[in-house]
């Protein structure tokens, strides 16, 4: 079930969803690493999404 986006008096950015397809071994990889940064670092499941995207942008120059 995908995350609601959060009421506008929280001052919480608008979140929108990005649907991704990728191969089974990726979608994997990906789970395990958000698994060990949610667990070991202490982000949340969205600040890790939240940095995959900006370092994408960033590294594109987009």
Known sequence: MPDSPPPPE???PELAELK???????HRAFQRCLWIRVN???QTPLQVM???????LKKHGC
């Open 10 to 12: 929280t001052g919480l």
């Open 50 to 56: 939240d940095e995959v995207v900006r370092d994408f």
């Open 40 to 42: 070991e670092a202490g």
């Open 20 to 26: 991704l397809l990728v191969a089974a071994d990726l």
